[in-house]
């Protein structure tokens, strides 16, 4: 970047341009967007995010994540954070490569942060998941050396005060999910699980107990979902974002969940009702 006056900011921050933040980078620093790097020439190992749940619930949105990373067949981390508030209203969580993924889940923040600077106003949630969806197809050629980054993105609708989920594939195609979605090597099973489980107009209580019992169906048929650790006191992370903002639920509400789920499964492993 070109040098301005001393003590003031180089001259690329004090141009007009987009109130994209991504752009920005792209046109003075493009080597330190992830997807600007260079290509590895044969697949590289590397730890993996699995599996996140999201689902709607009355006047909101719930997603919740495991916390296991694996790496072929090793855990490679137990408490991994994969659900992270993306803005005040929007949630996002990660499946995929890991390090790849939460790179692009901070430069989604201050991609979503520096438009509401610019702009001074925030972008609507469809305009949010339509940004995601761009970053996403910048990282296809890391994706085909088998680093691929799949979020799963949602968050609450200021103009119809409703809870929506997007889902996404390697080559930034979004997709907009009803009522419930799961992605991760353990989606399949979770989604049954919700399938069964889900109601409209449930409560946010009743939702987290759904959220729970689903990572918990995954964990019980995927190796590489992590189910809750009781023992190292290591609890799905859960959070939901309705009218009030994104928050997370604390580790006491999670435990009661979890604990309640455990004693309905003990002598009844199968979770049959």
Not at 82 to 110: N, P
Request: overall charge negative.
């Amino acid at each position: 970047m070109s040098a301005g006056a001393p003590g003031r900011l180089p001259d690329a921050f004090r141009a007009g341009g987009s109130s994209s933040f991504t752009d920005f980078l792209g046109s003075h620093a493009p080597d330190l967007l992830p997807a600007r790097r260079t290509v590895p020439s044969r697949p590289v190992e590397a730890p993996h995010g699995t599996t996140i749940v999201t689902l709607t619930y009355a006047g909101g949105l719930l997603m919740a994540g495991d916390r296991r990373a694996t790496m072929d067949n090793i855990i490679a981390n137990r408490d991994m954070e994969k659900v992270f508030a993306a803005d005040e209203f929007s949630v996002v969580g990660i499946a995929g490569t890991a390090g790849l993924a939460i790179e692009l889940v901070k430069l989604f923040q201050v991609e979503l942060e520096h438009y509401e600077k610019i702009e001074g106003t925030l972008m609507s949630l469809e305009g949010k998941a339509n940004r995601l969806a761009t970053m996403i197809r910048g990282n296809l050629g890391m994706a085909m050396q088998g680093l691929a980054v799949v979020p799963i993105f949602g968050g609450f609708d200021l103009d119809t005060a409703l809870g929506r989920i997007f889902s996404y594939d390697v080559t930034g195609g979004c997709y907009e999910e009803h009522d419930h979605h799961s992605v991760g090597s353990g989606s399949l099973f979770a989604r049954g699980s919700m399938k069964k489980r889900w109601r409209p107009g449930m409560s946010a209580d009743d939702a987290v107990a759904v959220a729970i019992e689903a990572l918990y169906d995954a964990a019980d048929d995927d190796s590489a979902t992590g189910g809750p650790d009781t023992t190292r006191r290591i609890y799905p992370t859960v959070a939901l974002v309705d009218a009030e903002g994104a928050r997370f639920v604390d580790e006491p509400g999670v435990q009661a969940a979890v604990d309640a789920v455990i004693a309905a499964r003990t002598g009844n492993p199968g979770g049959a009702r």
